[in-house]
């Protein structure tokens, strides 16, 4: 998709910075998929409706989907790759894994990235406020139940 | 998307230059809404100008005003401090809104300025006078289960879709506007237009002007407000029908009150009428209820979307019942 008016933008994803020659046009999340070749983060509605494309941006969830990669070159991009601490796994991680928050998979990088940013937002922990603070995610499994057991136990205090 | 050019801004008055070298130049904070209208090709600018550098984040007591940056984004107003003590209804009305991913991009200019969901304006083979004025409107007659019963037109019933801006017109929120030789102010509730015969024209913002932030005057009683908003799903999605209202009760008797409709109309929607109906009656379901007749007064249906008229009372009187609890 390369075209005239391409430029080279450098983009910090996962501590790692990557410089990519990209047009205005393309999407963080188009960038990361097709020019960074991370494909853990997943293109699904591609209008900012499912929540499958979330990544952090300093910290904060948002979709990436619906922004522009240029506006991102002095940001810390953080993708599902970028989630685990070497072979350990993030503890939301290990909590999909052991309450089978999943079936098909594809919203799950997605989800797991949500919850470990909406864990770091600090809400008091109940089922009613997971399912609210998890609500820009869509299963179209239906494995709510589990994802929301997941997250419970992974925001419980240590 | 169709290709386009970038250019950053770091100043209200390098952007203000951008915008006026390029005609159909657009600005771009958080991009939810433009970016989702260039795919769908309803928006197609040829260059797209970043403002996020600008010092517009700012949310802030300024005198007597309470003053948002217009490049706050809806997260930030929703949880800070100043805004949940003296305006609850403006927290509750963003986190009812679109999803935590979402609140986490959207600037609050963004967010007053956001189109209609209206699916005619969004689908470029379907006709709407809106998008490509004097194609006529696909909803009149077609799907209008989501469409406006107040302030519409014979050329167009979009419904407005923000729920932060009810709340802000609920408030006598004023707009700051810049523009290349100085700034102006509108209030919200002159900012924004009725479609009439021009439904293309939405509001007082002229091309190349910028939003600079939202103020809010003090209200004694804003404390005492709240946002209930009626939808198909519990969260993440638009309004069927909502109310921002706030009230000031002494010893059972209303004094004041401010009831604004989100959901319902083509603008947001101030029901001065139910208001003034309310101040000096008895704090009560039943001056509740006929506030609420006032508030839908004009109301039209299309068909599908009759049932917004009833919910839209139902959901003026739960949410003043609320705030006199």
């Known amino acids: 998709m390369k075209g005239p008016q391409a430029t080279a933008v450098t983009l910090t994803i996962n501590a790692v910075p990557r410089t990519l020659t990209i047009e205005p046009r393309v999407t963080l999340l188009d960038a990361i998929r097709d ?29 990436s989907c619906l922004t522009l990669a240029m506006m991102h070159e002095s940001d810390a991009i953080t993708t599902i790759e970028g989630i685990a601490r070497g072979e350990t796994l993030q503890p939301v991680q290990a909590a999909f894994i052991e309450h089978d928050g999943f079936q098909c998979g594809f919203c799950t990088p997605g989800q797991i990235v949500s919850a470990v940013a909406m864990l770091a937002e600090g809400h008091a922990l109940s089922e009613d406020t997971v399912r609210t603070q998890m609500s820009g995610n869509i299963c179209r499994c239906g494995c709510y139940p589990h994802i929301v057991d997941a997250i419970l136990e992974a925001g419980k205090p240590a | 998307m169709n290709p386009f050019a970038f250019a950053r801004a770091d100043s209200v008055a390098s952007a203000l230059t951008a915008v006026h070298r390029t005609p159909h130049a657009q600005f771009i904070a958080g991009g939810t809404n433009i970016l989702d209208l260039m795919k769908d090709d309803v928006e197609h600018p040829p260059i797209l100008i970043d403002i996020n550098a600008l010092p517009l984040r700012a949310i802030e007591q300024r005198g007597d005003q309470l003053f948002i940056g217009a490049l706050a984004r809806m997260s930030d107003i929703a949880a800070h401090p100043l805004v949940q003590s003296a305006f609850p209804v403006i927290s509750i009305a963003l986190e009812e809104s679109a999803s935590p991913q979402l609140r986490n991009m959207a600037s609050i200019g963004g967010n007053v300025l956001q189109r209609t969901r209206c699916p005619y304006f969004r689908d470029t083979a379907t006709p709407c006078n809106k998008r490509n004025p004097g194609s006529g409107c696909g909803a009149i007659g077609g799907f209008n289960r989501m469409q406006a019963v107040l302030g519409t037109s014979d050329r167009c019933i979009a419904t407005h879709a923000s729920d932060v801006a009810v709340a802000f017109t609920a408030l006598d929120a004023v707009v700051h ?29 002229a091309p190349g002007e910028l939003i600079v932030g939202l103020a809010i005057p003090e209200l004694a009683y804003g404390a005492h407000s709240t946002y209930v908003k009626a939808r198909d799903r519990a969260q993440y999605e638009f309004a069927l029908a909502s109310a921002a209202v706030a009230l000031d009760v002494q010893g059972g008797t209303i004094r004041a009150a401010r009831i604004a409709l989100g959901g319902v109309a083509t603008v947001p929607w101030r029901a001065r009428q139910a208001e003034a109906l309310l101040a000096g009656a008895p704090a009560t379901r039943a001056s509740y209820e006929r506030a609420a007749e006032a508030a839908l007064h004009g109301a039209r249906g299309q068909g599908q979307n009759d049932f917004k008229i009833p919910l839209a009372k139902r959901v003026v009187v739960r949410a003043l019942e609320m705030v006199s609890a």
Do not use: W
């Open chain 2, 177 to 205: 506007i810049a523009h290349g030789s100085g700034t102006r102010t509108v209030p919200l509730t002159e900012f924004y237009r009725e479609p009439g015969t021009t439904p293309q024209v939405e509001n007082a913002l």
């Open chain 1, 35 to 63: 020019y960074a070749g991370l494909t853990g983060t997943k293109k699904g509605c591609d209008q900012g409706t499912c929540g499958a494309c979330t990544v952090m941006v300093n910290g904060r969830r948002i979709d």
